[in-house]
């Protein structure tokens, strides 16, 4: 199976009807890339490759094949200045991030934009009205619209799908084999159990020698799981990373998954985060690519043939795993790794009884399973100090008594009594603190909540172990249901999955801990289900916060919860809300909710209050519509998380003015007119809401938004003498700032 797979590749690969066409490398720049095809981007996989230009902007462009300019656009965000020529073949390239166009597509950009009256253009042409030839000087290498020179450069089919560059004729030289760095396991459903828990894992990855990667610990597995890979590719001499090519998996030498970076279609975009895991990454442990699938990604164009949707359901026993990463010269580096597949192993304490000599536990167990049991005092960090006596075992119908002996001679430490499935070698440990003293637990767990795909569980994080095994508890209306929960260490305990559907009814969430005196954790809930389908509005506890979860919002069913909390506010912000985050935060949306704040009585300059999200520890402006009947700001956002009402009263900055104020200056060394523009908190929304004006003549600035830079190429240089240069730059709280300066050129 592998080698024809691997065939398979070579074929696609080597007869691709792209590979007949004689494309020139776009620019002499470098062969060199900074970024590859189909990488990971916040909210959409990366359209082209990016090609480096040694730090520096205006090397030339050039056509790739005969053809014709079919559309040029010039904009503060994006691709900046652009250019898309449609080749003789069908086929489209396209052409970023560029310094300037060559002379006729300037003239041609520089009307346009005087005739708008703003630098922002995007011009169509008429077919072969703007003919080139390969090799043609189109453009010049630059930064426009990013923070950094490089060239963005895109194949696009005639129906407008983006083609690996790499798939033609154009190649880089890569002799390095891909790396792999780390392997998650994930829960697909409620059943399913990593190395006994409900949660996802991550595991470390060794480098054995060549190819070779290799998992060392055998990873127990209970229920559906799913396999995600954080891999990268590297080119020898060149320090960035870079996406794989492809990645397979294999079970016992069967495929069951493969995802090869070829081409996709912009509708398939949105599903970046799908095809990797935001929640990992929004934790901090990277961009982990999944090796499954489901309804909503099945489609991908990425995914190449393979039998089933990679998630795996083993049957009972062990199972030789294998992932190979190769990049696009066919260099692959292999991970080894085992899985056991058993069944659940899950024993529950049912009583704990203690006296100054002994405590006695009750356990309950399946009756099909033989249990082996080992006792030992750890220390804090759950590192063996010695074993513990065990005085008695018995089963009977009530289940599985242990008695054993406390000693008084190790001040501080912890009993653990680990149980081990003879069927299945799994183990589940429990913990009991403080035996001797019987010193009651004051301070109460920090709670937090972990929603995976289909899954949601509850952990606390104790300051210190327990004295007894914590029990967890849901409230609804009418019940009080127990559900199942384990220690990860002495101090860190997680339930088992809470079905969503409970969860929507539930009143509140309760972990118990000590016996004597009984300590109880409440936590109220408010929660609700956003699913697919159906439309959903959810409200802050005062009301004051809302929030509408269209039909299409959510992938999959989704409990949210909104957390309020108080905001300090200052003159840098000045809030007039608290801050209200709409859980889970770590999970992505499918499309825009609606998000709704209500005014503050008697506010006044509505124009300057916003609604505000914190995205990557800073305010992002959203665009706000005044809702007057209702006293409310509505606002429409792709991404969960945290919003308040913020009034923003401080005027733009407008520094490092080219030419400056009372200098005296060369006309040949003026090239540019420039400055910065930026703005600390409601931003500049564009172009449009930037005023230059040169001795009272309005000049059409470039506006380059991520380096907040204006800039405007003088064409045949300035006359002598005095000039006075005019900035006015407004922001989206319509705060304005205008500086001047007057210089003479010689």
């Not at 399913?192 to 990855?205: C, L, P, T």
């Not at 790794?337 to 309950?364: G, N």
């Not at 309760?510 to 016996?515: A, D, G, H, T, V």
């Not at 499309?591 to 209050?609: H, M, R, Y």
Request: with cysteine.
């Amino acid at each position: 199976m592998k080698i024809v797979t691997f065939l398979l590749s070579i074929f696609l690969i080597a007869f691709n009807p792209l590979i007949a066409q004689n494309y020139l490398w776009p620019t002499n720049a470098s062969r060199q890339l900074s970024s590859s095809f189909g990488e990971y981007r916040s909210g959409h996989f990366h359209s082209g490759i990016d090609i480096k230009t040694n730090y520096h902007a205006g090397y030339p462009v050039f056509a790739v094949a005969d053809g014709y300019v079919w559309r040029v656009r010039t904009s503060p965000f994006g691709y900046g200045k652009a250019i898309y020529i449609k080749h003789d073949d069908g086929n489209l390239s396209v052409y970023g991030h560029l310094d300037e166009f060559n002379p006729f597509l300037n003239a041609y950009v520089r009307a346009e934009q005087m005739l708008q009256r703003r630098y922002r253009t995007d011009i169509y042409f008429r077919e072969n009205e703007f003919r080139v030839a390969r090799g043609d000087t189109i453009a010049y290498t630059g930064e426009t619209g990013s923070q950094h020179p490089h060239l963005h450069f895109e194949i696009r089919d005639p129906n407008h799908r983006l083609i690996n560059p790499l798939n033609t004729n154009l190649k880089i030289y890569d002799p390095t084999i891909p790396t792999i760095q780390a392997l998650a396991v994930v829960p697909i459903n409620n059943s399913s159990r990593i190395d006994g828990q409900a949660n996802y894992k991550i595991f470390d990855v060794a480098y054995i020698h060549q190819k070779l990667f290799r998992v060392t610990d055998t990873i127990t597995v209970t229920g559906p799981v799913g396999i995600e890979l954080k891999a990268h590719d590297t080119v020898r001499g060149v320090p960035n990373f870079y996406n794989p090519y492809g990645i397979r998996l294999f079970v016992a030498d069967s495929l069951f998954f493969h995802v090869q970076y070829d081409s996709f279609d912009f509708d398939e975009t949105h599903l970046i985060n799908r095809a990797h895991n935001f929640q990992l990454k929004q934790r901090g442990f990277g961009n982990f690519q999944r090796l499954w699938f489901n309804d909503h990604t099945k489609n991908l164009r990425f995914y190449a043939p393979a039998p089933g949707d990679g998630i795996l359901r083993l049957g009972n026993g062990f199972h030789a795993v294998k992932i190979e990463v190769y990049d696009k010269n066919m260099n692959t580096s292999a991970l080894h790794f085992t899985l056991r597949a058993v069944p659940p192993f899950e024993p529950k304490l049912k009583e704990v009884f203690k006296t100054d000599q002994y405590i006695d536990a009750l356990f309950s167990v399946e009756a099909t399973d033989s249990v082996a049991i080992d006792a030992a005092w750890v220390n804090s960090e759950d590192v063996l100090i010695e074993p513990a006596q065990i005085e008695n075992i018995a089963i009977d119908s009530a289940g599985l008594a242990v008695r054993l002996a406390i000693s008084n001679n190790i001040p501080n430490a912890v009993l653990k009594t680990t149980l081990r499935s003879m069927r299945s070698n799994q183990k589940r440990s429990f913990f009991f603190n403080s035996l001797s003293s019987q010193r009651p637990f004051a301070i109460a767990p920090t709670v937090s909540f972990i929603h995976n795909h289909n899954t949601f569980l509850c952990q606390a994080t104790f300051h210190r172990a327990p004295t007894t095994p914590p029990t967890f508890y849901c409230h609804t209306p009418s019940d009080l249901m127990e559900i199942p929960a384990a220690p990860l260490n002495l101090r860190d305990y997680i339930s088992n999955p809470i079905p969503l559907a409970t969860l929507e009814y539930a009143i509140a969430l309760e972990w118990r801990y000590n016996e004597s005196p009984e300590n109880i954790l409440r936590i109220p809930c408010r929660f609700k289900l956003a699913s697919p389908g159906s439309s959903m509005s959810h409200f802050s506890a005062d009301s004051t916060f809302s929030v509408l979860f269209d039909t299409s919002s959510v992938y999959d069913t989704l409990a949210t919860w909104i957390i309020q909390s108080p905001l300090i506010s200052s003159m840098e912000f000045p809030f007039l809300s608290e801050l209200y985050t709409i859980n889970p935060v770590e999970q992505p949306l499918k499309a825009d909710i609606l998000v709704e704040l209500n005014l503050p009585t008697g506010a006044e300059s509505l124009d300057k209050i916003g609604v505000y999200q914190l995205d990557d520890d800073k305010w992002k402006f959203l665009d706000n519509t005044l809702i007057a009947e209702n006293g409310c700001l509505r606002a429409k956002t792709n991404k969960l998380g945290s919003f308040a009402l913020i009034k923003d009263r401080q005027p733009p900055e407008i520094t490092d003015i080219f030419p400056g104020n009372s200098g005296r200056f060369r006309a040949r060394d003026i090239i540019y007119i420039s400055a910065i523009v930026k703005d600390q908190l409601s931003g500049i929304k564009d172009d449009t809401a930037i005023s230059v004006m040169l001795n009272d003549r309005p000049l059409f600035v470039e506006y380059n938004a991520p380096k907040d830079q204006i800039r405007y190429k003088i064409a045949g240089g300035l006359p002598a003498g005095q000039h006075t240069l005019k900035i006015t730059v407004v922001d989206n709280a319509n705060n304005q700032t205008t500086r001047s300066s007057t210089f003479t050129v010689y």
